[in-house]
C-alpha cells in the first residue's frame, strides 16, 4: 500500500514569505503530526490531528499552524519565513490512536533565504 | 523541546561486529520506538515496543523496553554495511499526549 506522501519534496523560500506543505497519509490512518528535523535541535514536534481536530501541539510560535481534512490529509502552513525555519519537515501517520508506531513520509526540505 | 538522552552520538562499525545503542529518560513512556533514518528521507520504523519489560527482534535487530519504562537499548548483530545510516529513539507518553520525544540520534559510520 502507498505509503506517507509529502509534497513538494523541495521547497526554497524567501524570508518574509509564507508556504505550505500538503502531507497524505495512509489510507485509513486518522492521525497526522508534524516534526521539523534540523541538525542542531533533531527532531521536533509541531502538532498532530485526529479527525480534523488537532490533539497536540508542540512549543513552535504562533508562525506555525496546520490543519486536516475529512479525508485525513493535512497541510502545515509557516508565515513570515525566518531563515531559522529551514529544515527538514516530516509528517506520520498512524493508524488509529496514540500508542501505535507512526510511520513517516520522506519530508520536505524547505530552504529560507 | 524536551529530548531523550540517546548515546553513543556516533559509532564506527566493522562489517560483522555487534552495535549497542541506548536512551535514558528521566520520565516514564507507555511505548518505546526505533526508528532508523537514511540520508534525505523520512525515518523508518524498525521496532515497537509497548510494554515494560518486553524484548522484541526484528531480523538481526533486537530492543528491550527498560522495566523502569525510562529506558530502552537497541542491539545490532553482525553489522552488515546497509547498517549505516542514522538510528533514533522515540517514545511516547500516549494517553492525551500523543507526540513522539526524539533522542539526538545515533549515528552508525564504517570503520575506514
Known amino acids: 500500500k502507498a505509503g506517507v506522501t509529502q509534497t513538494p519534496r523541495y521547497l526554497i523560500k524567501t524570508r518574509g514569505q509564507q508556504v505550505t506543505l500538503s502531507c497524505s497519509p495512509i489510507?485509513?490512518?486518522?492521525?497526522v503530526s508534524w516534526y521539523q528535523q534540523t541538525p542542531g535541535q533533531g527532531l521536533q514536534f509541531l502538532f498532530e490531528?485526529?479527525?480534523?481536530?488537532?490533539?497536540n501541539k508542540g512549543n513552535f510560535p504562533g508562525r506555525f499552524s496546520g490543519r486536516q481534512f475529512s479525508n485525513s490529509r493535512s497541510e502545515m502552513n509557516v508565515s513570515t519565513l525566518e531563515l531559522g525555519d529551514s529544515a527538514l519537515y516530516l509528517c506520520?501517520?498512524?493508524?488509529?490512536?496514540?500508542?501505535?508506531?507512526?510511520?513517516f513520509g520522506s519530508g520536505t526540505r524547505l530552504t529560507v533565504v | 523541546g524536551q529530548q531523550l538522552n540517546q548515546s553513543p552520538q556516533s559509532m564506527f562499525i566493522q562489517e560483522g561486529e555487534d552495535v549497542s545503542m541506548n536512551c535514558t529518560s528521566s520520565?516514564?513512556?507507555?511505548?518505546w520506538l526505533w526508528y532508523k533514518q537514511d540520508p534525505g528521507e523520512g525515518p523508518v520504523l524498525l521496532i515497537a515496543?509497548?510494554?515494560?519489560?518486553e524484548l522484541t527482534s526484528n531480523g538481526r535487530l533486537t530492543a528491550q523496553f527498560g522495566i523502569t519504562r525510562k529506558d530502552s537499548f537497541l542491539n545490532i548483530s553482525a553489522s552488515i554495511p546497509s547498517d549505516v545510516g542514522i538510528y533514533f529513539c522515540a517514545g511516547l507518553r500516549g494517553g492525551s499526549q500523543g507526540n513522539l520525544i526524539f533522542g539526538k540520534g545515533t549515528k552508525l559510520s564504517v570503520k575506514p
Open positions: 506520520a501517520s498512524s493508524l488509529r490512536d496514540l500508542n501505535y508506531g507512526y510511520t
Open positions: 515496543l509497548y510494554k515494560a519489560g
Open positions: 520520565s516514564i513512556f507507555n511505548t
Open positions: 489510507s485509513g490512518h486518522r492521525s
Open positions: 490531528y485526529f479527525s480534523e481536530t488537532q490533539r
